[in-house]
Structures are given as structure tokens and as C-alpha cells.
């Protein structure tokens, strides 16, 4: 084969055989295919697409080029070990919640994270916020915590789908990153050579997320699902709303904090709705629940009575974290400097702009624009208002945390701009699209 044929032929939107994706991923990875080369393949796909064989073939392809982890040694009698993905949003601190709570239910967690980039932190970001809590864990480290703890979370390692992070980094500097198919394969291909063998994923969209329309989310879904099925793998898609923040903290170590309140038993309707259907979603799947029902009342006992926070306690034990965080805030790094928000008048929350949040928290530092940037992960936003709540002229909205006082005000020029104050209470809204 030569790669200049395979460019010329999906240049033409013809599909590509499986001996031809495998020619196209070994090329390279042993640098056989110069990097302008595999840029205008990418591109290629960008305009003419994929059929499900050839993505199903790719995201195979990616997995076969690094390590795939084992985790047969955590689950002996043949349990499912699960993981979870999302897309990413604003204040999306529900992989902090769901992990705890389904390892105080009785199902192994194994699960490998990212660093944020943008406007907010990812997983490991918040983790980290945690004194003391390690997350570069090695592969044979990871398995060992599930196994004796139930539970770990790890950033990504660089020995599992190679090939992936050497096309991401030609889609960023091609304007390919948007392409279903690729962001599909790439998600699956990560998630599979992880280990997990069952895997909820929260696929989400509005103005805080990179797809802007429930469509546009429920197709990436429906290709993920499917590419899973195709490789013998069982995935949930969960289609969620991102066009407010996810509760009332958007901040790394504010989320942590809010995540210890839920499991706390204090909770914000939102997150509870998006948690609850995760949970129950993995209960009956894995069959430690018949039904929907009895999963909510497995998950209502399992934070009534404290296990699913005493699985937190474990997770940050496990991974060197300092657990006095769990009842003395305090021990986490402090902002020296709030900036309290008012309301210019009477209503209720209509609207709190999901972007406008993200942006001022990326203002505050709680942000990277690339992965070697420092963040700081006391920065961040607390909305005292959310959606529907009844508001007066002059109450506090929401309060800033810095440490920089131009940062400070920068932000809070920014921040009053994404609440709608409105003179009626607004509808109840549904977070949750669509499930496949």
C-alpha cells in the first residue's frame, strides 16, 4: 500500500478496509507517513466522514497500538469493573459523586482521567485540589488500589492508545478536532484499552459544552454506543444539559467541596438527577439492582448512612491524600480574595449562562490554555443563586474566588453578565435528554 492511495481514496468518500486502517495507524506510528501526509488524511475524513466499520476499525487500530490493561486480577468470580466518561461542562463534578457511591454499591472502579484545558479543570485538576492526593498512578499501581480499596482514579498514561495522542495533536493543528467519528473513536479507544468492560458515558451539550445542540450530542453518542457494540463492549450514553452550571460550585477545590456535601446527603437538584440516573443505569446493568427503583433506594441508603462517603475517605487514603478535608474546609488551599456579586433587582433565576461562568473562572486562574500551565485550584465561582431560585434586589448571586486582585475584577466585570433575572419562577427543567 502507499499512503498517498489511501488519501486519494477517501479524498473520494470511498471506505477503507480494515488492512488499510491498520496500514494507515502503523504508518504512523513507526513515522513511516509524514505528518502532512496523515494531516491531509484527517482531513479527508473531516469532509467525507467514516462509515461505522471503518471507525469501529480505527478506535481497534488505536487500542492495538499501546497496552491494554488487565483487570481480571480485580474481579475474580467475573464482575463487571466499570468506568465513566463525560464530555465536559461547567462545575461537572459528577465523577467525584458517581465513583464512590457505585464502589460503596459493590462495583469495582477503574478509571484513568484527564487534566482540563480551557476554562475549567478536569477530574484530575479537582483531585489534586486534595493535599497530599497522587494521581500519577502506573498501571499495575491502579489495579492494585481497585483491587484492595474498590476503587482508583488515575491520569491518562502515555502507555495505552499512543496512536491516539499522535492524531489528536495533528487534529489541533489541523482543524480536524471536530469530526464525529475521530472524537468517537478516540473516547472509545481510551475508555477499552482502560480495562472496563461496562462504561456510562454523560455526553453533553449547550453553551457550556463543545456541542452546542442536543442533536449534535445524541449523533456522537450514537457513535460511540455503537462502535462500543461493534468491539463486544457495553456502553450507556447519558445526553445532559450544559446550558447552566452543574450546581453551585465551578472551581476545583469548590467542587471537591460540594461533592463532599452531596455524599453528604446535601444535595442540588440537578446533580442529583444526573447522579441518581448514572448510578441506577450501572445498578441494574451490573445487577445489583431489578429495577430503577430499587437502584434509587440502594443509592438513597448507600448516602444516608454514610458508605458512600466513607469510599471517598478510602479513595483519598489509597492515593495519599490528607481525608481531614472531609470536615474542616479549611484544609484545603485558600483564595485570599472574594468578590461578592448582587442582584440589581427582584425575580428568580431564569438563566445562568454556562459559558460566561466558564470564562470568568478561566479569568480567576482556575483554568489552563495548555496542559504545562499552571492553574490554581482555590480560584473559582460559588453561585448562591441556581436556576429558579427567588432572588432580591441587592442579595448576593454569587461570590469569586482569587488570589490576584486584577484577575478579581476583571472577572466579576464579567461574571453579572450570565445571570437572567426574571419577574416569574421559570418551568422545572429537565438536565437529562435522551438515554441509549
Known amino acids: 500500500m502507499r499512503f498517498v492511495d489511501l488519501i486519494d481514496k477517501k479524498k473520494k468518500g470511498i471506505e477503507h478496509s480494515q488492512e488499510e486502517i491498520k496500514f494507515i495507524v502503523n504508518s504512523l506510528m513507526d513515522g513511516t507517513a509524514e505528518d502532512y501526509q496523515v494531516s491531509a488524511w484527517l482531513m479527508a475524513v473531516y469532509f467525507k466522514g467514516m462509515t461505522l466499520n471503518e471507525t469501529a476499525c ?3 487500530a488505536m487500542i492495538d497500538s499501546g497496552e491494554v490493561i488487565d483487570l481480571s486480577p480485580i474481579c475474580p468470580n467475573g464482575e463487571h469493573v466499570l468506568d465513566k466518561h463525560s464530555t465536559g461542562g461547567v462545575g461537572d463534578k459528577i465523577t467525584l459523586i458517581l465513583i464512590p457511591l457505585l464502589a460503596a454499591c459493590g462495583i469495582p472502579i477503574a478509571k484513568l482521567s484527564g487534566r482540563g484545558l480551557g476554562h475549567t479543570g478536569g477530574t484530575i485538576d479537582k483531585l489534586e485540589s486534595i493535599p497530599g492526593f497522587k494521581t500519577d498512578l502506573d498501571i499495575e499501581d491502579l489495579i492494585k488500589k481497585v483491587k484492595d480499596v474498590g476503587l482508583a482514579i488515575g491520569s491518562q498514561t502515555k502507555r495505552l492508545t499512543p496512536a491516539d495522542g499522535k492524531l489528536y495533536a495533528l487534529r489541533d493543528v489541523t ?3 471536530d469530526s464525529l467519528p ?4 478516540s473516547v472509545v479507544s481510551k475508555k477499552i484499552a482502560s480495562g472496563a468492560d461496562y462504561v456510562v458515558l454523560d455526553v453533553k451539550y449547550g453553551s457550556g459544552a463543545f456541542l452546542k445542540t442536543p442533536d449534535e450530542a445524541l449523533e456522537l453518542a450514537q457513535w460511540m454506543v455503537n462502535i ?4 463486544g463492549k457495553k456502553f450507556h450514553a447519558v445526553i445532559t444539559s450544559m446550558e447552566q452550571p452543574l450546581g453551585r460550585a465551578v472551581g476545583n477545590s469548590l467542587e471537591v467541596i460540594e461533592s463532599i456535601e452531596f455524599l453528604k446527603g446535601n444535595m442540588t437538584p440537578d446533580i442529583k438527577e444526573l447522579t441518581y440516573e448514572m448510578a441506577s443505569l450501572a445498578l441494574v446493568q451490573l445487577k445489583k439492582a431489578k429495577d430503577k427503583k430499587q437502584a434509587y433506594e440502594i443509592i438513597d441508603e448507600t448516602i444516608k448512612t454514610g458508605k458512600a462517603l466513607d469510599y471517598l475517605k478510602k479513595l483519598i487514603v489509597s492515593q495519599g491524600g490528607d481525608t481531614k478535608v472531609i470536615d474542616d474546609y479549611n484544609s484545603f488551599n485558600q483564595a485570599t ?5 448582587t442582584s440589581d433587582k427582584d425575580g428568580y433565576v431564569a438563566n445562568i449562562d454556562a459559558y460566561k461562568i466558564a470564562y470568568t473562572c478561566k479569568l480567576l486562574g482556575a483554568g489552563r490554555e495548555k496542559k504545562t500551565d499552571s492553574i490554581d485550584y482555590s480560584a473559582g465561582v460559588f453561585l448562591r443563586k441556581i436556576y429558579s431560585e427567588p432572588v432580591k434586589k441587592g442579595e448576593t448571586i454569587a461570590v469569586l474566588y482569587a488570589n490576584n486582585d486584577e484577575k478579581l475584577k476583571q472577572a466579576s466585570v464579567y461574571l453579572k453578565d450570565a445571570f437572567t433575572i426574571c419577574e416569574n419562577k421559570p418551568d ?8 441509549i
Open 337 to 341: 480574595k472574594t468578590f461578592e456579586i
Open 182 to 185: 475521530l472524537i468517537a473513536s
Open 175 to 177: 482543524a480536524t478536532v
Open 428 to 435: 422545572e427543567r429537565n438536565m437529562i435528554y435522551k438515554i
Open 58 to 60: 480505527l478506535t481497534k
Open 228 to 231: 462500543a457494540n461493534k468491539l
